[in-house]
């Protein structure tokens, strides 16, 4: 056997190698010559067929755009603006009530006592809501619980110009107060017209403006979503009528209008029921049929005449009726009718057993035995909220027909109304 040394070895790979690049450099570039030569061929032998479109070509491949060059530039639209826009007549319709009212809307303010810890009477801001004015002397009807325990009450109006108010008259079986301010001479003020709220439709489109927290004015729009719910603001009253809408009632806005499309006020703003506590929910505002009732008198009087029935009454419980033996246990019981009075002219009967009736430390002396109102006009009543209610639009000389509950059976009697004390 013949031996190699280590660099003949190496001297006979590398030749080797060189031996293979030289062969292998020509061949290469014979083939691709061959194909560029069958494809310039394929394509003059293709030059009378048509040759398709870019957008064709990127179609087919599934591309989504395609490179522009001098052949094909890129193109571009824009979209077409309208500058001749112009509103739409709903638009119109909100911003003509909107420049129309807004500046007969007014934000108030209040400032009630509050006591530190030495019992020392200190002043505090209060309660915030929004007011209309409703005649060009400065009167301006809201919420009486915008106004509430309130010290001093100031009216801000559009111009920043802010004013301090007295208070006219309050009517808490309605939720209305009227206040005054004195506009400086040569003002004019700006009012909003009442409408007639007996008209109203569900469906109608409403609008509500409110300033609250003194910002510039906010409007919101809906529609009536119902008419005539009855709502009980507190133990002792049921505001009657009101409407219902699905209208954004914002913070700040109780005592605000509620208006229709002709800018005239068909309610006051009064409450909100929402289950998440935001503005967004169910609204409700006094109809304005009951504010002009109710403002004429606040005016006129600094109260509202309303009629009333001259006897003593007691609102019927369960206990009371276990206790008397009697088998109705809803309605107003009469415990005294005084003599010459309505009550009595009308035929209605106060009770005759005295029996003591209340807590140990505030005990009162009822009687029992006598009447039981159970509906006045055509209004149930059921309790004091009931009974006060069905007389909330009634006014003195008025004649309305009770029906009494008397040893089992119903009667009806006439009572001429006599005025509240």
Known sequence: M??????????????????IVL??????????GLNHSDKTSNLENRSDEAIPEISEITENAG??????????????????VDNSYTYTQDELQNINV??????AVVNITTQVMAFNWFLEAIPQEGGSGSGSIIDARGYV????????????IFISLADGSQFEGTVVGVDSMSDIAVLKFNPPKGVVLKTIPFADSSTLKVGQKVIAIGNPFALERTMTTGIISGLGRPIQSSRNTIIRDMIQTDTAINPGNSGGPLLDTKCRMIGINTMIYSTSGSSAGVGFAVPVNTAKRVVSDLIQYGKVRRGAIQATIIQLTPSIARY???DISQGILVSEVASGSNAAKAGIRGGTEAVRYGSSRNPQTIYLGGDVIIAIGNISVSNYADYYSALESKKPG?????????????IEVNVTLSEQE
């Open 98 to 103: 909107y420049e129309k009212c807004n500046e």
């Open 63 to 80: 591309l989504d755009f395609v490179t522009a060059s001098a052949d094909y530039p890129a193109v571009s639209e824009n979209v077409a």
């Open 2 to 19: 013949k031996l190699y040394t280590k660099g003949q070895v190496f001297a006979f790979t590398a030749l080797t190698a060189v031996i």
């Open 398 to 410: 008025d004649n309305v027909k009770v029906t009494l509950y008397r040893s089992g059976h119903k």
């Open 23 to 32: 062969i292998t450099v020509p061949l290469t570039f014979k083939i691709s």
């Open 141 to 152: 009807v809201t919420n009486v619980h915008v106004i509430e325990n309130a010290n001093k």
């Open 324 to 326: 008397a033996g009697m």
